[in-house]
């Protein structure tokens, strides 16, 4: 039976034990102890090595059970055959945490060395942290149980990284910087604390205003959502992800597998939790570095105020790119700055002071916005001109930065030669938001707001839906006793029934003869398709017949299919060819779920047809979704426009669109045996008219439970 402990102990430990400490300075076991004692650590430290001796003043006690006080956090830097035994004397010892430092597990194939060391940790009521990691460092208690360089500096962002050495080199990195840290967490293998753990702590300490997670893999996606959708509504979040590439992508049957690409789902779905997704280490760091500082805007519209009017275009641009709304009341921004600038100059925003604006010409136009209530934030550009003393700039843009702070946001960018980037340097050194490049300054605005706009958003739940999960298993089960693993036109047919979803009429037809009935009690026209478990993609085989109007167009398709099919594949087991109601037309769309192997349950929606592969115009959710993560899904796609209606045409029925997606979303996350649930297409109607539901997919594990043959 596991027990629970406390994370609050790992970040807070009263005592650390470090497991494999040494006096060889070109050890590991040395660096850590050195870290601890240098960073002023003022618990218990025990150092333990059979050698015994002492350490920086510190007593090795040759084994664990001859340290005389408890022990909160063990810190195990030993060979990986010795790993286990110092985690069962951890157990007599009572505790608490392990930060196994050590490689050489599931990274390397050691799988089973790992499972068994955190089976027999939580058993005695510990908890993991790692094995293949650098440690841990923790504002909390002044604790640096890394290996890292040291030097790591208290302040208000916590970083947890997947990545070892890009773990170390940030220690580095934060330093130069002048980031200071809440907390600085290796996770590694991630055999048993997750970021999901960490968040959980992180979300509650005080210290820390801003979340930064570097992750190349994820574990248990979907409690990690459920922890990231909860975390975002009090602080901000930033993750930098490794692996874009469509190598990662997910093969399966199913379009929704083919278009799930590991990158676009996790995109998705960090956008759907309102975590900030850098490109790069460094723009992480920089919107860390400034959403830490600086105080959430109180309105949506910010000024920019320039000395060049094309660096101020440059700006607008970038505001457009990051999302950056501008004031655009003109009366207001006369008033404002007419009073500030040469006469000459332009009050529109950007407020251009012009390239002969003084110092006191910026002083006066940032004290004049951070006075104007409409005006919630501002971006200040200096461009270096013959006129311009640069050498009083730096005194005035310290003073300003002073006034606004706690009061608005204000970022600065600042454009010359070397004696502006000096300035620039000495700024960022006292840690002033001050940018070489525009983009670079609009973009930590851009996700100061949103996040704020996260931070703002009303709370919506996860919209549930009555299914009857009995008929489900129903289906399901016949489908396996025919040692399928998808379901047939008629049966698929069947669970969008129960889901409620509108259909065209359909009837299976086994022969000519049935085929010509079904058509004529359906009523022309009518399409024809294949029924195969053997042919999923019934185009591709030529098993789709479309607009038949009489009796000798259907005998015509019925054949053509036949052949085509038997062509297609030769040993295809065939029911018969499906004969469905002609709809009319509409826009026509895909939207599926499936189980994916990172988020479990999510949904997918795009513009539909045969070209969809090609135009990949798709958009995920975490599933299960609210009304308004629905929406949003579908918004988020490029064709969206086409479902608002172009060139005369109405609007497009999109509630109902929504209503698909969340009854698809439902079934695959209390259905989890559906491995995919696609609709291509979905024809969607004019508001108030509605969708139809026209192809359907199912894929499902042939065994109860997930367990295949």
């Given at each position: 039976?596991?027990?629970?402990?406390?994370?609050?102990?790992?970040?807070?430990?009263?005592?650390?034990?470090?497991?494999?400490?040494?006096?060889?300075?070109?050890?590991?076991?040395?660096?850590?102890?050195?870290?601890?004692?240098?960073?002023?650590?003022?618990?218990?430290?025990?150092?333990?090595?059979?050698?015994?001796?002492?350490?920086?003043?510190?007593?090795?006690?040759?084994?664990?059970?001859?340290?005389?006080?408890?022990?909160?956090?063990?810190?195990?830097?030993?060979?990986?055959?010795?790993?286990?035994?110092?985690?069962?004397?951890?157990?007599?010892?009572?505790?608490?945490?392990?930060?196994?430092?050590?490689?050489?597990?599931?990274?390397?194939?050691?799988?089973?060395?790992?499972?068994?060391?955190?089976?027999?940790?939580?058993?005695?009521?510990?908890?993991?942290?790692?094995?293949?990691?650098?440690?841990?460092?923790?504002?909390?208690?002044?604790?640096?149980?890394?290996?890292?360089?040291?030097?790591?500096?208290?302040?208000?962002?916590?970083?947890?990284?997947?990545?070892?050495?890009?773990?170390?080199?940030?220690?580095?990195?934060?330093?130069?910087?002048?980031?200071?840290?809440?907390?600085?967490?290796?996770?590694?293998?991630?055999?048993?604390?997750?970021?999901?753990?960490?968040?959980?702590?992180?979300?509650?300490?005080?210290?820390?205003?801003?979340?930064?997670?570097?992750?190349?893999?994820?574990?248990?996606?979907?409690?990690?959502?459920?922890?990231?959708?909860?975390?975002?509504?009090?602080?901000?979040?930033?993750?930098?992800?490794?692996?874009?590439?469509?190598?990662?992508?997910?093969?399966?049957?199913?379009?929704?597998?083919?278009?799930?690409?590991?990158?676009?789902?996790?995109?998705?779905?960090?956008?759907?939790?309102?975590?900030?997704?850098?490109?790069?280490?460094?723009?992480?760091?920089?919107?860390?570095?400034?959403?830490?500082?600086?105080?959430?805007?109180?309105?949506?519209?910010?000024?920019?105020?320039?000395?060049?009017?094309?660096?101020?275009?440059?700006?607008?641009?970038?505001?457009?790119?990051?999302?950056?709304?501008?004031?655009?009341?003109?009366k207001t921004l006369k008033e404002t700055f007419s009073k500030v600038m040469p006469d000459f100059g332009s009050s529109k925003n950007p407020v251009d002071l012009t390239g002969q604006a003084t110092v006191q010409d910026y002083e006066r136009a940032m004290e004049a916005a951070l006075a104007n209530d409409e005006m919630h934030a501002v971006l200040s550009l200096y461009c270096e001109t013959a006129l311009f003393d640069a050498e009083e700039l730096a005194p005035v843009l310290k003073k300003e930065y002073r006034r606004y702070r706690g009061k608005k946001p204000i970022v600065l960018s600042l454009f010359g030669g070397a004696t502006v980037e000096s300035i620039t340097r000495e700024l960022r050194n006292e840690g002033i938001p001050v940018f070489s490049d525009v983009y670079d300054a609009v973009s930590c605005l851009g996700a100061l707001?949103?996040?704020?706009?996260?931070?703002?958003?009303?709370?919506?739940?996860?919209?549930?839906?009555?299914?009857?999960?009995?008929?489900?298993?129903?289906?399901?089960?016949?489908?396996?006793?025919?040692?399928?693993?998808?379901?047939?036109?008629?049966?698929?047919?069947?669970?969008?029934?129960?889901?409620?979803?509108?259909?065209?009429?359909?009837?299976?037809?086994?022969?000519?003869?049935?085929?010509?009935?079904?058509?004529?009690?359906?009523?022309?026209?009518?399409?024809?398709?294949?029924?195969?478990?053997?042919?999923?993609?019934?185009?591709?085989?030529?098993?789709?017949?479309?607009?038949?109007?009489?009796?000798?167009?259907?005998?015509?398709?019925?054949?053509?299919?036949?052949?085509?099919?038997?062509?297609?594949?030769?040993?295809?087991?065939?029911?018969?060819?499906?004969?469905?109601?002609?709809?009319?037309?509409?826009?026509?769309?895909?939207?599926?779920?499936?189980?994916?192997?990172?988020?479990?349950?999510?949904?997918?929606?795009?513009?539909?047809?045969?070209?969809?592969?090609?135009?990949?115009?798709?958009?995920?959710?975490?599933?299960?979704?609210?009304?308004?993560?629905?929406?949003?899904?579908?918004?988020?796609?490029?064709?969206?426009?086409?479902?608002?209606?172009?060139?005369?045409?109405?609007?497009?029925?999109?509630?109902?669109?929504?209503?698909?997606?969340?009854?698809?979303?439902?079934?695959?996350?209390?259905?989890?045996?559906?491995?995919?649930?696609?609709?291509?297409?979905?024809?969607?109607?004019?508001?108030?008219?509605?969708?139809?539901?026209?192809?359907?997919?199912?894929?499902?594990?042939?065994?109860?439970?997930?367990?295949?043959?």
């Open positions: 039976m596991e027990k629970k402990t406390n994370i609050e102990y790992l970040f807070k430990p009263r005592s650390v034990a470090v497991i494999g400490a040494s006096q060889n300075k070109a050890k590991i076991g040395y660096r850590i102890v050195e870290n601890i004692v240098s960073h002023g650590y003022q618990g218990a430290i025990y150092p333990v090595n059979p050698k015994g001796g002492n350490v920086l003043g510190n007593k090795i006690y040759p084994e664990l059970s001859q340290i005389p006080g408890e022990v909160d956090l063990a810190v195990i830097a030993i060979p990986a055959r010795f790993v286990f035994d110092a985690v069962k004397d951890c157990a007599e010892k009572g505790v608490k945490h392990l930060v196994i430092i050590t490689s050489g597990f599931s990274e390397v194939g050691n799988t089973k060395e790992e499972n068994k060391i955190v089976q027999f940790a939580r058993e005695h009521g510990m908890r993991v942290l790692g094995p293949n990691i650098f440690g841990i460092y923790s504002s909390a208690v002044s604790l640096d149980a890394t290996f890292g360089p040291g030097g790591i500096l208290p302040g208000h962002v916590a970083i947890v990284t997947q990545s070892g050495a890009l773990g170390i080199a940030m220690i580095g990195k934060t330093t130069a910087e002048l980031l200071g840290l809440s907390a600085l967490v290796s996770v590694g293998n991630k055999s048993d604390i997750d970021e999901s753990d960490l968040l959980e702590y992180l979300a509650k300490d005080d210290a820390t205003k801003v979340i930064l997670l570097y992750i190349e893999g994820v574990k248990q996606g979907d409690r990690l959502v459920e922890m990231l959708k909860q975390v975002t509504r009090k602080k901000h979040v930033i993750v930098v992800k490794a692996g874009r590439s469509k190598r990662g992508a997910m093969a399966a049957a199913s379009h929704t597998g083919s278009l799930a690409g590991t990158d676009e789902i996790f995109d998705s779905v960090m956008r759907q939790c309102g975590v900030l997704r850098a490109e790069s280490v460094q723009e992480a760091f920089d919107w860390a570095r400034f959403l830490a500082d600086s105080p959430l805007p109180k309105g949506r519209e910010a000024v920019i105020i320039t000395n060049g009017g094309g660096i101020g275009v440059m700006t607008t641009d970038a505001c457009e790119k990051y999302g950056v709304d501008l004031y655009d009341d003109q707001y949103r996040s704020w706009r996260n931070l703002n958003a009303p709370v919506e739940s996860a919209e549930k839906v009555e299914i009857d999960t009995g008929a489900v298993e129903t289906i399901l089960d016949r489908a396996r006793a025919e040692k399928r693993r998808s379901l047939l036109a008629n049966e698929a047919r069947g669970m969008a029934e129960i889901l409620g979803l509108d259909t065209p009429q359909a009837l299976l037809a086994t022969n000519l003869d049935e085929a010509v009935q079904a058509a004529k009690q359906i009523g022309y026209p009518v399409v024809m398709k294949i029924v195969s478990k053997d042919i999923i993609h019934k185009s591709d085989a030529g098993g789709v017949a479309l607009d038949l109007v009489n009796k000798e167009e259907v005998v015509d398709a019925y054949q053509a299919i036949m052949r085509s099919c038997r062509s297609y594949k030769k040993d295809a087991v065939i029911q018969g060819v499906e004969v469905v109601e002609m709809v009319r037309p509409g826009v026509e769309t895909i939207i599926g779920a499936r189980q994916d192997g990172s988020f479990g349950p999510i949904v997918m929606f795009g513009l539909g047809g045969i070209y969809v592969e090609v135009m990949k115009d798709v958009s995920f959710r975490a599933a299960p979704i609210s009304h308004k993560e629905a929406n949003d899904m579908i918004a988020g796609i490029r064709s969206y426009p086409l479902l608002l209606g172009v060139r005369g045409e109405k609007r497009k029925d999109i509630d109902a669109i929504a209503k698909v997606a969340i009854k698809l979303g439902n079934l695959v996350e209390r259905c989890r045996d559906i491995t995919d649930i696609e609709i291509n297409p979905l024809i969607v109607y004019d508001h108030g008219k509605g969708v139809k539901a026209v192809d359907i997919r199912v894929l499902f594990r042939n065994l109860k439970g997930g367990e295949q043959r």
